[in-house]
């Protein structure tokens, strides 16, 4: 049973206990511990159940490779699922919970899966599951979804408090990873002038370097880690991150950072998690290298282990991982682990070597501890159940249908050697080659990622590199060229010395035994967190994949949260075998960020509640807010949809406020309309390109109402036109428009009419726009005073600009409503003393601020279209009859040759009318007439749909414009519309402007 | 009529690791044209020279902005945009310039503390121990387009649209927030 040493323990501070809790049940650990340290020290062994058949599973790794200890952590708001208890720092209070397990963890009904594993081989989903098809909804589906999966999504309703940040960083060079190589890169680079930034993911620097016992200029590592720490902390260009993985590397030399800054720590002030937005010049992956598990029959027991992992726990953690230990190995690195096992008191009853001779140093040292080796054999099987009872040993060459030799033991220590992690290094394109003597790819560096000029912007070194002796030398290299390609011009010293133990070559060993037997076969794990097994892609080359890429999908092997970081190389090295063909002729999967997962939230960064998206208030809105506005989003503005009175609902408010602008004065808040000035010498030639109409025929002080089309001549924009003088036009957008149609007029004046002389400036911001509307509303302006707003000296369609009540106003009489109005432009600064002046004044004359659904029934019953309701992108100015704004005389305009091609000139084009509903009912917005027959796909055939539709306070009925086949041709015609109930509504098709057509109202 | 005039978010202010400030109303005057045919002009104006790209040219109260190969942007006293704008515009005629006064489109915040930097850094892509003192950077605060420049020692000076004031100041608040300092720059 795993259980704490007495002594010993370089990160953990034995005074200092830690309380948690681990499926309800109190535990205690140390202050340094990871949670996977605390858990084994309480004996816990079993952490989790598998994916699909549901075995029992414990910690293999120590690290961000760990594939099966994926616990819950936290309660309520704060649940995460999948975590890894190898990368989560304990704390007090910190709560645990398994997953995947049904009742409970040690009594588990779905394991039974497991007693029939020939069910759930590699493509048994897509086999099995095509037919009967409805077996899949009701059948298939809610049992896979109950037995397979890890941990569950947070609660519908769960919110997580924390708060996260991003964060954007500069730097010449990045080193990523804090072993010694990272720390020696990141000196030499920093010596020279660059600016450097270091990140480690784990909370201590040095990486395994002391663990392994590896000496520096004759000195313990740590001592040397300590000084080189202390020295790039003194270095003002030096930035160093803990806890800080570098999550991928991408293009531009643009690197993600994913620091949890306070999971060891909650309840602060902190942020949870920060995710760096680095740029670098250049980069050094120095992240090290993962342990490969062996392949042999039940190495996903609870007990069996990295060898590396094992004495990570003993020696960071004073952990033993059991009572009694058998080691098996392809290599030397492993009896570094039997030797550490023995030195802290625990049982070592044999090393398993799979190589027919072991006489390494490390071994003579092993030996000479008196530790046991058995050469030329490998593990048969591990027995056991839930935990591991002991291993069965064979011939590494046989069959492994009997064993050798037997051993009781409570745990396994397993090596099939290194592989460099290289996915830093290969996301933006860094090649790989696979070395015949390590039996692993690693980083090519002759075919790095290349920058923008064409050179590697990516160096690899240490265990990164595949550098498995010593590494400074390399290290400093590296960071010295790296700083150099920045541009750095200082030097560098030379580095330290570090040295290792010499070691024998290892042997590859891909399945133990070499020759197994199907029934072992099939209970040798590759993937553990996707259950996917040897004899699972061996299945898959037989039924004749091939590519790797099709395999992983088909077998799902690398495809779980741990993307195969243990699963890679074992799995594409049987596959390769399988097809009778070399590894590097196989190749590696693609390695894509991140390289662990990374919270949605650091995703997400600032953009949560009220700075989720920007929200744009106009200069009037907290007027609008404090007197009952019912927002509506219009872009990224609110608008009041209308303004609510007490005991009214949205309906009642609104045919009040039709009702009031049509009898007395309406006031609307149109700030949000786009503004955008255009002016130059060109300016008038721009303006006949861009609209449709005629605009440089418009005199100075007068207004036009115009139309702009794209390329394609469909329907984009439309505004009044005003003319400020010669040279310059002031654009009125509509609201939701103003940013893309100044992004268009600089697209065109940028890139195809560069040599026109035309400045645009977009004024949206500039003013507060208000409309007066309504037969009192030059009374209103007049009271105000300052300005002759009369009929006679401001006519329809003209502007005018002066002192009005005091403001600085523009004053526009232009009408979407059918009334006289007018609309008033003063500085977004007195936008809110302006608007209080009229609602003051005006308070007798019976002003009332109306919304945005009131604007739009008060343009519908005048027949007006509206951007995006009778337009959707589709639709050309002449659907809407308005071939009077599309100037015959131009000889070009944007949008004109569009409007000539034969789809636009069909004579069926649907079009603009409008439609009266037979009972007076307001139709259902987009509802489609129907012709009763059918369409050659047998749908019903359609004839029409509705773009606006209200009801008319004004006529007392429903109202609707929509486009109809040949529409108003068919004046009179009754149509049938859909209604949202399947049922028929009756509309006949009428002339739109229902409202003053002669527009006598609005001309007085 | 200035005195009728209000900023996007009069007085609001939030004490962090930095102290963010809503500056009030400032003078913004859009210039643009080619540099050379403005320079008489914005002498005259304002005293200041051309601005060579990213930098800010100040003299007395009024300060003139490099935004783009052929647009400046004029910082005065916010009562005398319009006088300065309809100055400029009478040296300019028979130009091929522009001048617009857009004071009242801005908002405008102030940030101060040792590490302003730190708290932008978490909204702009901007390398600020690379920003000087008088030089400006247009570039975007989350989802916005901002123009920030040094403003003074320990001290920078943002501007934004109007009316994302209110995101804005959220932003820069939360930005800012105690306990949440990156130290990356200082």
Redo the contacts between chains.
Sequence with gaps: MSHRLASGGRLIDRARDVKFTFNGKPMKGHAGDTLAASLLANGQTLLGRSFKYHRPRGIVASGAEEPNALVGLGKGNRYEPNQRVTTTEVFEGLSAETQNHWPSLDFDLLAVNSLVPQFLTAGFYYKTFLRPRAFWKHVYEPFIRKSAGLGKAPAHDARDPDRYEQLYAFCDVLVIGGGIAGLQAALSAAETGARVAVWEQTAHWGGRAPVDGVTVDGQDADAWIAATVAKLDGMDNVHMRLRCMGAGVHDHGYVLGYERVSDHAPNTDAPRHRLWRMRAGQIVTATGAIERPLSFAGNDLPGVMLASAMRDYVVNYAVAPGQSVVVVTNNDDAYRTAITLRHAGIGVPAIVDARAEADGPLVAKARAAGITVLTGKGIRKVKGGKKVTGVEVCRIDSKGTAFTEKFDCDAVAMSGGWSPVVHLWSHCGGKLVWDEAHHFFRPDASRPPLGVDGAGFVRACGAANGDMGAVLSGAHEAGLTAAKATGATGSAPAPATDSAPDMAPMDAVWMMPRNAEYDLRMKMWLDYQNDVKVSDVQLAAREGYQSVEHTKRYTTLGMATDQGKLSNINGLAILSDALGQPIPATGTTTFRPPYTPISIGAIAGEATGSTFQPLRRSPLHDWHDENGADWEPVGQWRRPYTYLRAGEDRHKAVNREVANARSNIGTLDASTLGKILVQGPDAARFMDMLYTNMMSSLKPGKCRYGLMCDENGFLMDDGVVARLSDDAFLVHTTSGGADHVHGWMEDWLQCEWWDWKVHTVNLTEQYAQIAVVGPKSRQLLERLGGMDVSAEALKFMEWTEGRLGGFDARVFRISFSGELSFEIAVPAGQGRAFWDKLLSEGADLGVMPYGTEALHILRAEKGFIMIGDETDGTVIPQDLNLNWAISKKKDDFLGKRGMMREEMVRPDRWKLVGLETLDGSVLPHGALAVTGGTNANKQAETEGRVTSTYHSATMGRGIAMGLVLRGPDRMGDVLDFVGTDGGRIKARIVDPVLYDKEGAKQNV | ??E????ALPGASYEGFVTVTEAG?RGMI?L??DLAVLADAVKTATGCAIPAQRRVEQAGDKAVAWMSPDELLILCDYADA?GLTASLTKDLDGQ???V???????AVFTLRGAQAGDAL???????F??LREGEIRRTRA???AAAIWVSGPQEMTLVC???????MF??LS??A????E?K?YA
Excluded: H
């Excluded at chain 2, 850094?121 to 390398?127: H, I």
């Excluded at chain 2, 927030?177 to 949440?180: L, T, Y």
């Design positions: 009529m200035s009728l005039a209000r900023s109303l859009t643009r044209g319009p091929f310039a522009t617009a006064n857009v004071s009242d489109a801005r850094a978490k909204l702009c892509p901007v390398d121990g690379a989350a989802q916005v649209f109007r009316s994302v004031g209110q995101y959220d932003l939360r930005a927030a105690p306990g949440s990156p990356f």
